[in-house]
């Protein structure tokens, strides 16, 4: 049984950070670990992915040279370090996981993504 447990979130004033973790456990092999951002009334966005298999990371355009995803492969650990943060990364973050990070659809496509957190709330106060 996949279980994917975010926590880190929190409320932050522009221009500080946070880190959220994924732990993971249940996974046996090699897959794309993603978060995903939904704010109110919005559609759930990806926001970061990374390939635990050799570390290759995607992002989203809004948060490149603010966020960062990692993974400690020891502790079965995506983190996403997110700096400079601004009102409009408040949303509910979702961390999620799929064998694949580009074959058979993006890696930004929610639909594609079987097993998902529970969530944790950033909420960036201007």
């Known amino acids: 049984q996949v279980q994917l447990v975010e926590s880190g979130g929190g409320s932050v004033q522009a221009g500080g950070s946070l880190r959220l973790s994924c732990a993971a456990s249940g996974y046996t092999s090699n897959r794309c670990m993603v978060w995903f951002r939904q704010a109110p009334g919005k559609e759930r966005e990806g926001v970061a992915a990374i390939y635990t298999g050799g570390g290759s990371t995607y992002y989203a355009d809004s948060v490149k040279g603010r966020f960062t995803i990692s993974q400690d492969n020891a502790k079965n650990t995506v983190y996403l370090q997110m700096n400079s943060l601004k009102p409009e990364d408040t949303a509910m973050y979702y961390c999620?996981?799929?064998?694949?990070?580009?074959?058979?659809?993006?890696?930004?496509?929610?639909?594609?993504?079987?097993?998902w957190g529970q969530g944790t709330q950033v909420t960036v106060s201007s």
């Open positions: 999620a996981a799929r064998t694949w990070c580009l074959i058979g659809g993006s890696w930004y496509s929610s639909q594609l993504y079987k097993f």
